[in-house]
């Protein structure tokens, strides 16, 4: 069965610093994976996904994400937030059939 | 707008009432499914269907929980005699058919159905 960790509930950065959320996934062959971002009251907008190919895939409003394998992991970065990225992240994980599998999300804040 | 559209945004029920959420895919787009959102959790997939057929209800609760995608017409999830566990976002998100080319497994989501039972 497929699974995503997501192992930090609540983060807070301050405006201009990094960002690294982690998210680690189980499946048994080579998975599609998913970040999805949720603003509060709001649907889930896609930032990016990785099927193949690059592992270090951009997605919008400045993400990126890289896929390793050997680590089972599709960390998702930003070099500097804004305070506008405040909001919680998904990840997920599919194989062909278009089920998601959700992580728990990570909930992110922005000081400023 | 072309993208999935749900209502009501807000329900509000009293215990023992039915819940009817109704949800219009994007354009194109032959497949439908709902997640469920609790309070501080992430999404929990219930069912997938196609036009007038389920594909996968493994999510669903065995009673009180129905889907359908009718050939005309928006997909429906109906939650009978709602209990006040029942209080939650509903999502639906559609996509092409996994069969489609180029396949994407991109889900593309409505901004859900929040449901408060009293």
């Not at chain 2, 959420?21 to 787009?29: A, N, W």
């Not at chain 2, 409505?110 to 449901?115: I, Q, V």
């Given at each position: 069965?497929?699974?995503?960790?997501?192992?930090?509930?609540?983060?807070?950065?301050?405006?201009?610093?990094?960002?690294?959320?982690?998210?680690?996934?189980?499946?048994?062959?080579?998975?599609y994976?998913?970040?999805?971002?949720?603003?509060?009251?709001?649907?889930?907008?896609?930032?990016?996904?990785y099927?193949?190919?690059?592992?270090l895939?951009?997605?919008?409003?400045?993400?990126?994400?890289?896929?390793?394998?050997?680590?089972?992991?599709?960390?998702?970065?930003?070099?500097?937030v804004?305070?506008?990225?405040?909001?919680?992240?998904?990840?997920?994980?599919t194989?062909?059939?278009?089920?998601?599998?959700?992580?728990?999300?990570?909930?992110?804040?922005?000081?400023? | 707008?072309?993208?999935?559209?749900?209502?009501?945004?807000?329900?509000?029920?009293?215990?023992?009432?039915?819940?009817?959420?109704?949800?219009?895919?994007?354009?194109?787009?032959?497949?439908?499914?709902?997640?469920?959102?609790?309070?501080e959790?992430?999404?929990?997939?219930?069912?997938?269907?196609?036009?007038?057929?389920?594909?996968?209800?493994?999510?669903?609760?065995?009673?009180?929980?129905?889907?359908?995608?009718?050939?005309?017409?928006?997909?429906?999830?109906?939650?009978?005699?709602?209990?006040?566990?029942?209080?939650?976002?509903?999502?639906?998100?559609?996509?092409?058919?996994?069969?489609?080319?180029?396949?994407?497994?991109?889900?593309?989501?409505?901004?859900?159905?929040?449901?408060?039972?009293?």
């Amino acid at each position: 069965a497929q699974s995503v960790t997501q192992p930090d509930i609540h983060i807070t950065v301050s405006e201009g610093a990094s960002l690294e959320l982690r998210c680690n996934y189980s499946y048994g062959a080579t998975p599609y994976l998913f970040w999805y971002v949720q603003s509060p009251g709001q649907g889930l907008q896609l930032l990016l996904k990785y099927f193949s190919g690059d592992t270090l895939v951009q997605g919008i409003k400045g993400f990126e994400a890289e896929f390793k394998r050997s680590q089972s992991s599709f960390n998702l970065r930003k070099p500097s937030v804004h305070w506008s990225d405040a909001a919680e992240y998904f990840c997920a994980v599919t194989g062909t059939a278009s089920k998601l599998t959700f992580g728990t999300g990570t909930r992110l804040q922005v000081t400023l | 707008n072309a993208g999935v559209m749900q209502n009501p945004r807000h329900l509000v029920r009293r215990r023992g009432q039915e819940a009817r959420l109704r949800c219009s895919p994007m354009k194109g787009h032959s497949h439908v499914y709902w997640y469920r959102q609790l309070p501080e959790e992430g999404l929990k997939f219930m069912v997938y269907l196609q036009k007038e057929n389920i594909i996968d209800e493994s999510g669903m609760p065995k009673e009180r929980f129905s889907a359908e995608f009718p050939k005309e017409g928006p997909s429906i999830l109906r939650i009978q005699q709602v209990v006040r566990g029942d209080s939650a976002a509903y999502f639906c998100a559609s996509s092409h058919s996994p069969t489609d080319s180029p396949f994407t497994g991109e889900l593309f989501f409505g901004e859900g159905s929040r449901l408060t039972v009293l």
